[in-house]
C-alpha cells in the first residue's frame, strides 16, 4: 500500500535530550514537510524540502533540524533548543507539481517531555 | 502574514442534520483544501478546490471556492456518528521560484464537530 508512515506512535523525553522522529513515504512525491499541532490551534510548518538534500525552514524553524538525504526519508530532530516541545508532529508529503500541489498526511507522533 | 478565520469553532449537532463551516481569509489564495482530522491521528484530505467559483462535492459533502478567492466554505448534509472530528480549511498560493514551485499550506483554526446520536 502508498502512504506516509510516522514512528513512534508516541514518544517519551526528558528534558535536555535530542529526540528523532522518522517519516517515511512510498507515493513517490518529491516534496516533504514537517508540521507542529498544539491543541486547539491550527498546523504550524517547521520545514519542507522540495527535493534530496535540499530543505528550507518554515515558520517555527528554531529547536529544529532535519535532513533529505533520501527521496523516500525526512526525519525531523527536535533539539534540546526546543523550548516547547510537547505537540502532536505531523509529516506530509505531496508531488510538488507545477498546477496543484496537494498535501497528504501521515499519521503522526505524539511527542510529550517529562 | 496571511491569516484564516475559520467558524465556528465548534458545532453541535444532531444526528440527520446538515452542517456549514466557512474560512476567510485577508488575501487571495488559488487552492483551497478541505481536510478531517480523528483525535490522534493524522488530517485525511476531503476535496480540493482549484479555480475561483468551483463548487464541488464528495458523497454527502459539497466546498465551493469563492468568487473572491478570499473564502471557501464545507457543507455536510445529513450528518451521521462517525462526521465526529476535527474539520480544517488551507489556502494554498503557489509560487514559482527558479523554475520550481512550492505553495505554502496556511491553516484555520480548525472546527469541532460533535454529532449526537
Known amino acids: 500500500d502508498g502512504g506516509i508512515t510516522q514512528s513512534p506512535k508516541y514518544l517519551f523525553r526528558k528534558e535536555g535530550q535530542n529526540v528523532t522522529l522518522s517519516c517515511e513515504q512510498n507515493?513517490?512525491?518529491?516534496?516533504m514537510y514537517w508540521y507542529r499541532q498544539d491543541p486547539g490551534q491550527g498546523l504550524r510548518l517547521i520545514y519542507y524540502?522540495?527535493?534530496?538534500?535540499?530543505?528550507q525552514k518554515g515558520d517555527i524553524a528554531e529547536g529544529y533540524s532535519v535532513s533529505r538525504e533520501k527521496k523516500e526519508s525526512f526525519p525531523l530532530t527536535v533539539t534540546s533548543a526546543q523550548k516547547n516541545p510537547t505537540a502532536f508532529y505531523l509529516c506530509?508529503?505531496?508531488?510538488?507539481?507545477?498546477?496543484?500541489?496537494?498535501?497528504?498526511f501521515g499519521p503522526g507522533t505524539r511527542l510529550t517531555v517529562l | 502574514g496571511q491569516q484564516l478565520n475559520q467558524s465556528p469553532q465548534s458545532m453541535f449537532i444532531q444526528e440527520g442534520e446538515d452542517v456549514s463551516m466557512n474560512c476567510t481569509s485577508s488575501?487571495?489564495?488559488?487552492?483551497w483544501l478541505w481536510y478531517k482530522q480523528d483525535p490522534g491521528e493524522g488530517p485525511v484530505l476531503l476535496i480540493a478546490l482549484y479555480k475561483a467559483g468551483e463548487l464541488t462535492s464528495n458523497g454527502r459533502l459539497t466546498a465551493q471556492f469563492g468568487i473572491t478567492r478570499k473564502d471557501s466554505f464545507l457543507n455536510i448534509s445529513a450528518s451521521i456518528p462517525s462526521d465526529v472530528g476535527i474539520y480544517f480549511c488551507?489556502?494554498?498560493?503557489?509560487?514559482?521560484?527558479?523554475?520550481?514551485?512550492?505553495?505554502?499550506?496556511?491553516f484555520g483554526q480548525g472546527t469541532i464537530l460533535t454529532v449526537h446520536p
Open positions: 507515493l513517490n512525491h518529491d516534496a
Open positions: 506530509a508529503s505531496s508531488m510538488g507539481g507545477l498546477y496543484t500541489d496537494t498535501q497528504y
Open positions: 488575501s487571495i489564495f488559488n487552492t
Open positions: 488551507a489556502g494554498q498560493l503557489r509560487a514559482n521560484a527558479g523554475g520550481t514551485s512550492y505553495g505554502k499550506l496556511t
Open positions: 524540502s522540495q527535493i534530496v538534500n535540499d530543505f
